[in-house]
Nanobody
Framework: VQLQASGGGLVQVGGSLSLSCVAS????????LGWFRQAPGKEREFVAA????????YYADSVKGRFTISRDNARNTVHLQMNSLKPEDTAVYHC????????????????????WGQGTQVTVSS
């Protein structure tokens, strides 16, 4: 499975960006898809995840109410709509996919995902 992320860029504080990630290869529609981010000098952190049915997506507290994750199983795509961006959202954003479904208690853990995209840079200027 290969993941290709796109949509990053430079935006001012309060602006919006939309990230997309397309999965190709031997994908499984009942997997869990997620977004993680890593800022310079910091560890990778969970941003959002969505299980195969699309209901009840999960968000990090820092992005809840500002970011929206969605998926299109027919197109093997996951999106991350980011609104009201803040300087602390600046990071490289990586999409991730599990080979099978991820149980609820594990969706925020990077170790639960089997495949990773190359990352796309998001920079929020103040």
């Amino acid at each position: 499975v290969q993941l290709q992320a796109s949509g990053g860029g430079l935006v001012q504080v309060g602006g919006s960006l939309s990230l997309s990630c397309v999965a190709s290869g031997n994908t499984y529609s009942k997997n869990t898809l997620g977004w993680f981010r890593q800022a310079p000098g910091k560890e990778r952190e969970f941003v959002a995840a969505i299980r195969w049915g699309g209901a009840n997506p999960y968000y990090a507290d820092s992005v809840k109410g500002r970011f929206t994750i969605s998926r299109d199983n027919a197109r093997n795509t996951v999106h991350l709509q980011m609104n009201s961006l803040k300087p602390e959202d600046t990071a490289v954003y990586h999409c991730a996919a599990s080979r099978l479904g991820v149980i609820l208690s594990q969706v925020r853990r990077a170790e639960a995902y089997d495949y990773w995209g190359q990352g796309t840079q998001v920079t929020v200027s103040s």
